[in-house]
C-alpha cells in the first residue's frame, strides 16, 4: 500500500477542503400558484408540472376500484 513520503501541510489540506461549501438551491416561481419550488419539478403546493396536473391524476389511478380484489 502507498503511504504518503511528507506530511500534508495545513495549507494544501484547507485549499482542498475550500470547495466542501453546499449552495444555495435555485428557486423559481410556479406559474400556475406562484409558491417558490424547485426546476424541473413538480410544484408541491399545487401539484402542476408543465401547466397541467400531475399530482392529482397519479392519485386519481392509484385508488382501487370497488368490487374488485380483498
Known sequence: MAV???KTSHAR???RR???RLSAPGL???PH???SKLPH???P??????GRSVVAEKQAAKQ???GKGR
Open 64 to 66: 382501487p376500484e370497488k
Open 41 to 43: 419539478q413538480v410544484c
Open 4 to 6: 504518503p513520503k511528507r
Open 33 to 35: 400558484c406562484h409558491a
Open 13 to 15: 489540506q484547507a485549499s
Open 45 to 50: 403546493a399545487c401539484g402542476y408540472y408543465d
Open 28 to 30: 423559481v416561481e410556479c
Open 18 to 20: 475550500a470547495n466542501w
